[in-house]
C-alpha cells in the first residue's frame, strides 16, 4: 500500500517556474515507478512524466520535454517535478502516481492545482 500526497501548487506567470513534490507512505516506494500526470478541465487525464526505481531512466510527455524534470529521493520517499518555462496550456490538476510496472498505476495522489497565466 502507497499513500501519495502532493505539495501545494499555485498561480505563476507564464516563463515562470514551479517545483511540485509528492511525499509516499508506505514500504513500497523504492521499488516503486513513480509518474506525473495532469488533467486540464474539459479534458482527459494525460502522462506528464516518469521515473524508474533507481531515477535513472525517465520518461516525459513531448509538450513538456526540455522543460520539466522529474527526480526522486528514495531516502525520503519524495519525487519531485520541476516545471521550467510554464506556459499557459500548463495549467491543469497535476497528480503524482505510483506502480509497480512501466505504465501501471496502482495509487494516485489527490491531485494539485496548477496554473500559468500569460
Known amino acids: 500500500q502507497v499513500q501519495l500526497v502532493e505539495s501545494a501548487g499555485g498561480l505563476v506567470q507564464a516563463g515562470g517556474s514551479l517545483r511540485l513534490s509528492c511525499a509516499a507512505s508506505?514500504?513500497?516506494?523504492?521499488?516503486?515507478?513513480m509518474g506525473w500526470f495532469r488533467q486540464a478541465p474539459g479534458k482527459e487525464r494525460e502522462f506528464v512524466a516518469s521515473i524508474s526505481r533507481s531515477g535513472g531512466i525517465t520518461n516525459y510527455a513531448d509538450s513538456v520535454k526540455g522543460r520539466f524534470t522529474i527526480s526522486r529521493d528514495n531516502a525520503k520517499n519524495t519525487v519531485y517535478l520541476q516545471m521550467n518555462s510554464l506556459k499557459p496550456e500548463d495549467t491543469a490538476v497535476y497528480f503524482c502516481?505510483?506502480?509497480?510496472?512501466?505504465?501501471?498505476?496502482?495509487?494516485w495522489g489527490q491531485g494539485t492545482q496548477v496554473t500559468v497565466s500569460s
Open positions: 502516481a505510483a506502480g509497480p510496472y512501466s505504465r501501471v498505476w496502482d495509487y
Open positions: 508506505g514500504r513500497s516506494f523504492s521499488n516503486s515507478i
